[in-house]
């Protein structure tokens, strides 16, 4: 009779048993090799050190970061915001090309934007990396995307964990969580429940593409449905690969953010949505008061080729589509009618310029605020 595949892993004669012991176990026999962990850790300071800001205490050799919150302005009541997000199946992209340079921006993106919708300022990060193995040139790779996305966002990489946890991973594969934390002042907290009311104007800013949601309907559509590879060039992409245009990096708003705060004013930005998984309506109604309904009109903006190829792909039905995927909007941004221009601007760039795509509007004040995407 046939003994089970994986029997055999867990069996020992009595010579290898005797051999083990004889030998003795170290740390790298069970998958854990501090020498090279130590030199993993070595290439990592210079990557930090790129991110430092005015608020970061020096504490070589410290258990953890210090942060003084008073040296980056001189705040009257401030309160501290914190967000944390993963950057999801998006990693199997990023495994399967070995590519690892763009998924540290994507960690940093996801924590910060959220902690943006409140109108705080980033002021630092840390990072947990969790692999099965240590891998210096990969670990090397997804902190420098984190070192980026941080210069990017303002904020300091204050601090990390890099987890080796063998036989909790397949081999190769590999985990991230990321925490951001920054602050805002009681007064200026950005709140749309208290903030928006009838007649306020929605602008929308544009995304890269699809950031990092949506990625296991991606998978399945492009991988396994319509059986692309991974490095297969795409005529209507200009021959740019599956793998790439899915493992373009989320955009950080940081700059976009503080361009109009400091354009129109804390007062005259009314509500911040971050659109992520859920799509524009499900993110955009979680800062609506009830009473408040939010029209979208399609037609303002224009959704990037990259969403029509995955829904062509994998015959996704357009309902599906905006409710999880961000549709080319990263964010939107809601404010006075009389500040419309002016904030739309400041959200813009000469590669991504912003746009009005809606209005808000007075409903029945009994029903929890709504969004309608209309053509």
Known sequence: MDQPANRGRFLLTARNRHERTMTGLDYRSAGVDLDVYEQSMKRLP???????????????????GLFHLGAMRDWKDPVMVSGTDGVGTKLRVAIEVESFSTVGIDLVAMCVNDCLCLGAT?????????MDKDNSDLLEQVVRGISDGCIQSGAALLGGETAIMPDMYAPGDFDLSGFCVGAAERSELINGRERIVAGDIV?????????????????????????????EPLDQFDGRTAGEILLTPTRIYASEVAAVLAAAGNENVHGIAHITGGGIAENLERILPTGIEVAINRSAWQVPEMFNW???????????????????????????EASAEVVRAAASTDEYPAMIIGKVSSANDDTPGTVTLSD
């Open 46 to 64: 210079s990557l930090m050190e790129a991110t430092k800001n005015s608020g970061v205490m020096s504490l070589p050799g410290g258990f953890a």
């Open 122 to 130: 980033p002021l630092f990060f840390l990072d947990y990396i969790a």
């Open 203 to 231: 602008i929308g800013i544009p995304s890269s593409g699809f950031h990092s949601n949506g990625y296991s309907l991606i998978r399945k559509a492009v991988f396994e449905h319509a059986g692309l590879e991974a490095d």
């Open 310 to 336: 995955v829904q062509q792909l994998g015959s996704i039905a357009r309902s599906e589509m905006d409710r999880v995927f961000n549709m080319g909007l990263g964010m939107v941004i809601i404010v006075p």
